[in-house]
């Protein structure tokens, strides 16, 4: 597999080479373009229920809350400068852009496709309607998909052209990753992986492994502790445990449940789901209202809201914020009792459908702008300074119709890519890189389907990174074929 050998520092020189400098241009004027044209029919950000989760800890100051702080933290240090919510859309779509032009001339760079695969790969990552319906969302998404392509691009670089900056650079961006979404610890491991596929110095391997661990470790502490101060447990983020509650909830009417043997702040909590499932009706199927892996999470009248609005009261936002961390210190434990007892269970009734859900990722909150209301809520309305709390999209629903062929697509990539594993010990690769780099993104798509599949995390949102990733490696590994090909037939002639 032909690849540069010179080192990063001829990287810049080749992005302004002749061959490269095309694709440069043609991208930044496309990115500005795509973001001029989208805002005239999204001229406001897009909401969800995170969203003001997000703005009420940045306007607060927490120190913990639902989901991690790194969002929280973004929007408070961007307020400081501007109340724009246009600001913030601009800054989150370019970044995820200029990430996906770091990662496109990357793999160009190392790999140098052909046209074809290079004209795939461009299409791809700088002209895609998912990143702008992203970059629109007030959400930790586009920030977290953007870093997880430069944490892509520099895992490259560490198999393919390894050098000792690289670790400080992977670090950081693990650390940022781990801050935004506490889903990128399993990019640790890939991380390890990366180095320990990689030919450099034992010291220098074991340091790109050590190094994010020391890094991530004092956000850890410090969260955890923030967290035992204000709801009496540690905790990383408070919907860590509504999450394993839920999950552990979806098989609770197929498993018989000592209620002695468990822990005993979730004893009630237990008699609350016993009392919910008996009295469902004889006709209720569970297969169609628990579809979606997230039934327990919304339902109202369901025993994880019942057993908070039971305990907590909830007169304000704080309150509302507190209630949740407190009710998680019970869920958590209580939903990972039953997984740890009931392994068997989990599996066929939360795993086994989440994993149909993965190879067709549902679109959720990206089906319908702003929940499908064309009004904006009073926290975004105080913190982005909007004039009014009409927002004026171009359609509520049209965005599901734009995005309705992704989750397709993500199921062919899915296909290609594990036809392209298949491959691999046929190809001309001089020193074993590439097909170390495939295997690394080999090892990504299992670990993130098992993590997603167990997690539930199956949502388009989640997995549009690992689409761009597949997309990406079933583009080189067909150059790779076409170009072995070419050669074995041109030894035969």
């Given at each position: 597999?032909?690849?540069?050998?010179?080192?990063?520092?001829?990287?810049?020189?080749?992005?302004?080479?002749?061959?490269?400098?095309?694709?440069?241009?043609?991208?930044?004027?496309?990115?500005?373009?795509?973001?001029?044209?989208?805002?005239?029919?999204?001229?406001?950000?897009?909401?969800?229920?995170?969203?003001?989760?997000?703005?009420?800890?940045?306007?607060?100051?927490?120190?913990?809350?639902?989901?991690?702080?790194?969002?929280?933290?973004?929007?408070?240090?961007?307020?400081?400068?501007?109340?724009?919510?246009?600001?913030?859309?601009?800054?989150?779509?370019?970044?995820?852009?200029?990430?996906?032009?770091?990662?496109?001339?990357?793999?160009?760079?190392?790999?140098?496709?052909?046209?074809?695969?290079?004209?795939?790969?461009?299409?791809?990552?700088?002209?895609?309607?998912?990143?702008?319906?992203?970059?629109?969302?007030?959400?930790?998404?586009?920030?977290?998909?953007?870093?997880?392509?430069?944490?892509?691009?520099?895992?490259?670089?560490?198999?393919?052209?390894?050098?000792?900056?690289?670790?400080?650079?992977?670090?950081?961006?693990?650390?940022l990753l781990f801050v935004l979404d506490t889903r990128a610890?399993?990019?640790?491991?890939?991380?390890?992986?990366?180095?320990?596929?990689?030919?450099?110095?034992?010291?220098?391997?074991?340091?790109?492994?050590?190094?994010?661990?020391?890094?991530?470790?004092?956000?850890?502490?410090?969260?955890?502790?923030?967290?035992?101060?204000?709801?009496?447990?540690?905790?990383?983020?408070f919907a860590n445990g509504w999450q394993s509650a839920n999950?552990?909830?979806?098989?609770?009417?197929?498993?018989?449940?000592?209620?002695?043997?468990?822990?005993?702040?979730?004893?009630?909590?237990?008699?609350?789901?016993?009392?919910?499932?008996?009295?469902?009706?004889?006709?209720?199927?569970?297969?169609?209202?628990?579809?979606?892996?997230?039934?327990?999470?919304?339902?109202?009248?369901?025993?994880?809201?019942?057993?908070?609005?039971?305990?907590?009261?909830?007169?304000?936002?704080?309150?509302?914020?507190?209630?949740?961390?407190?009710?998680?210190?019970?869920?958590?434990?209580?939903?990972?009792?039953?997984?740890?007892?009931?392994?068997?269970?989990?599996?066929?009734?939360?795993?086994?459908?989440?994993?149909?859900?993965?190879?067709?990722?549902?679109?959720?909150?990206?089906?319908?702008?702003?929940?499908?209301?064309?009004?904006?809520?009073?926290?975004?309305?105080?913190?982005?300074?909007?004039?009014?709390?009409?927002?004026?999209?171009?359609?509520?629903?049209?965005?599901?119709?734009?995005?309705?062929?992704?989750?397709?697509?993500?199921?062919?990539?899915?296909?290609?890519?594990?036809?392209?594993?298949?491959?691999?010990?046929?190809?001309?690769?001089?020193?074993?890189?590439?097909?170390?780099?495939?295997?690394?993104?080999?090892?990504?798509?299992?670990?993130?389907?098992?993590?997603?599949?167990?997690?539930?995390?199956?949502?388009?949102?989640?997995?549009?990174?690992?689409?761009?990733?597949?997309?990406?490696?079933?583009?080189?590994?067909?150059?790779?074929?076409?170009?072995?090909?070419?050669?074995?037939?041109?030894?035969?002639?």
């Open positions: 597999m032909k690849r540069h050998e010179n080192g990063l520092s001829s990287f810049p020189r080749y992005v302004l080479s002749r061959g490269a400098r095309w694709y440069l241009v043609i991208a930044l004027i496309g990115i500005i373009v795509q973001l001029i044209v989208f805002k005239q029919l999204y001229p406001f950000a897009d909401f969800y229920s995170d969203s003001y989760s997000y703005i009420f800890a940045a306007r607060t100051h927490l120190e913990v809350s639902i989901q991690p702080m790194g969002y929280a933290w973004f929007l408070a240090l961007f307020h400081a400068i501007t109340s724009s919510d246009t600001a913030v859309v601009i800054f989150q779509y370019m970044f995820l852009q200029l990430a996906a032009l770091y990662a496109f001339f990357t793999f160009l760079y190392l790999y140098q496709p052909a046209r074809t695969a290079r004209n795939i790969l461009f299409v791809f990552l700088l002209f895609n309607p998912v990143s702008l319906y992203l970059g629109n969302h007030i959400s930790a998404d586009a920030l977290f998909t953007g870093l997880s392509l430069c944490w892509l691009a520099q895992l490259v670089r560490v198999i393919q052209s390894p050098h000792r900056r690289q670790v400080l650079a992977v670090a950081i961006v693990l650390l610890y399993y990019y640790l491991l890939i991380s390890a992986m990366a180095f320990l596929l990689s030919r450099q110095k034992a010291w220098i391997k074991l340091s790109g492994i050590v190094l994010p661990l020391l890094l991530i470790l004092p956000y850890v502490l410090y969260t955890r502790q923030a967290a035992r101060e204000m709801t009496g447990a540690p905790q990383l983020a999950n552990a909830l979806h098989m609770y009417g197929h498993i018989r449940v000592d209620t002695a043997a468990l822990p005993a702040e979730s004893r009630e909590l237990d008699s609350t789901a016993k009392a919910y499932f008996a009295k469902l009706p004889a006709g209720f199927d569970g297969s169609v209202a628990f579809a979606e892996g997230h039934y327990f999470l919304q339902q109202l009248d369901a025993p994880l809201k019942r057993y908070r609005d039971q305990h907590y009261k909830l007169t304000n936002d704080y309150s509302r914020v507190l209630a949740y961390g407190k009710a998680a210190t019970v869920f958590g434990p209580y939903g990972r009792y039953l997984i740890r007892h009931h392994p068997g269970a989990y599996a066929r009734y939360f795993m086994w459908p989440a994993a149909g859900r993965y190879f067709l990722p549902p679109l959720e909150k990206y089906a319908m702008y702003n929940g499908g209301s064309n009004v904006a809520a009073e926290p975004a309305q105080e913190w982005f300074a909007y004039k009014s709390n009409l927002l004026k999209p171009v359609s509520v629903i049209g965005q599901g119709k734009v995005l309705g062929l992704f989750p397709i697509l993500f199921l062919i990539c899915n296909i290609c890519f594990l036809g392209c594993l298949l491959c691999l010990p046929g190809l001309r690769d001089h020193d074993g890189a590439f097909q170390r780099t495939v295997w690394l993104f080999g090892g990504y798509w299992l670990v993130n389907f098992v993590c997603s599949v167990f997690s539930g995390d199956t949502a388009l949102r989640y997995q549009y990174f690992p689409m761009l990733l597949l997309l990406a490696a079933v583009a080189l590994v067909a150059d790779a074929v076409y170009k072995t090909a070419a050669e074995k037939e041109k030894q035969l002639a």
